[in-house]
């Protein structure tokens, strides 16, 4: 018999988490509810961990377990496999936002970062345009939830107004967008059209096949300086991947950039040199194939960890649904959002990040004082339906 596994999700992200699974290549024998309250539970095999003589091989074998499996991983025949392609993302999803499955509603202005207001899975920014590009192509969706807030703010962000960087009505917007599935679509297209898909096309014309490579590519797409260490690294080797062999290239070029980094002017790209750590050692290990399930940043990429729900994105409690108070432990989820980005409209300054703390509830008494109401702190479900964005 098959090792069966199952996954918590939400029932709403069950038919998305079902193609998911699917296009990994697992068999998925249904869902059954869980018992709680909008989740399910979704049962699945991997018939590629069967033996021949269809022995259950352990759920989360190592790779070195599997007959063949160090050829089979670097036996590419010049295309990733959907689960290395998502490896690949999961791997700068760390290196971005410090999650495997990315932050979508990351917001970050860094002093000294040239690119300014930074946001999103793979942090695009307002200094090079592309953030604007990003908010026009959502706001251009008819089913986003935050298209029409963002899009009168398109004319500003188009001429990368670097007032925006201190704008936290702006920031709690892009916070909150991050539940919405459509801002999670775009942007995984949106960086797919930006990023990985130029790193595939560097990529085939050098003759890097192997998933590894690919990663090494694609971080240098999104962090910048693609071509100058490419052509470093080209002249110091003798030949490009072609000529010198793919892994002593790569192996090649992640030293190269471990030195530009770490001897860069920038001081914020001298702390980013834990990247090329973090390849050399999937290069040291061998892993050119990125076999799951493999350890970035002290972190397990796996087929569990690149599954579900992003870690700033929710999907439920409606908002009416529940009173809100501070209480231990802190609530949180999407009727907190809203009603702290319902606050933020009203001029409250209040971080729309989704948890009722202790400043959700010096914001909710703020405005309870400036209405002229018994300052609590504490809303009904009725109040917080009223207060919440809509």
């Known amino acids: 018999m098959p090792v069966i596994q199952t996954r918590l999700v939400s029932c709403s992200d069950c038919a998305t988490e079902t193609e998911f699974l699917r296009n990994l290549g697992l068999t998925v024998l249904g869902c059954s509810p869980t018992g709680g309250p909008g989740e399910c539970q979704i049962s699945f095999f991997d018939p590629r961990l069967a033996s021949a003589e269809g022995a259950a091989l352990p759920a989360s074998p190592d790779a070195a377990a599997l007959p063949g499996a160090a050829a089979l991983a670097t036996a590419l025949p010049g295309s990733l496999t959907p689960t290395q392609a998502r490896t690949c993302k999961a791997i700068l999803n760390l290196f971005e936002t410090g999650d495997v ?18 946001f999103g899975r793979s942090q695009t920014t307002l200094g090079s345009g592309n953030l604007a590009l990003l908010i026009e192509r959502y706001a251009g969706n008819p089913a986003a939830r935050f298209g029409r807030r963002l899009a009168a703010l398109l004319p500003r962000l188009q001429a990368r107004d670097a007032s925006l960087n201190d704008d936290e009505h702006l920031k709690n917007i892009l916070r909150a967008s991050a539940d919405d599935p459509v801002m999670r679509d775009v942007q995984d297209d949106f960086f797919d059209d930006q990023y990985w898909q130029p790193a595939l096309r560097a990529c085939k014309s050098l003759g890097i096949s192997t998933a590894l490579g690919s990663a090494v590519v694609y971080d240098s797409h999104i962090q910048g300086s693609w071509k100058l260490i490419r052509d470093r690294t080209t002249a110091a080797l003798g030949g ?60 397990e990429v796996s ?21 809100l ?58 109040e917080v339906l009223r207060l919440a964005a809509k």
Not at 101 to 118: H, R
Not at 303 to 314: I, K, R, V
């Open 325 to 382: 108070a501070l209480a231990s432990p802190m609530l949180k989820g999407l009727d907190v959002r809203l009603l702290q980005l319902g606050l933020s409209e009203l001029g409250v300054d209040v971080r729309a990040d989704a948890i009722y703390g202790q400043a959700s509830r010096d914001a909710v008494i703020a405005l309870q004082r400036r209405q002229g109401l018994p300052a609590t702190g504490t809303l009904d479900a009725a």
């Open 101 to 118: 499955v990315g932050l979508y509603g990351s917001v970050t202005v860094l002093p000294g970062d040239t690119g300014q207001l930074t």
């Open 240 to 299: 490009a991947p072609q000529q010198v062999g793919e892994q002593r290239w790569i192996s090649g070029y992640v030293q190269a950039r471990h030195e530009w980094l770490a001897t860069h002017s920038n001081t914020l790209l001298r702390k980013t040199v834990y990247r090329m750590d973090a390849f050399a050692r999937l290069i040291a290990l061998g892993n050119w194939g990125l076999a799951l399930p493999i350890v970035v940043l002290n972190r």
């Open 303 to 323: 087929l569990q960890t690149m599954s579900g729900l992003p870690l700033d994105a929710f999907d439920s409690p409606a908002p009416g649904t529940r009173p």
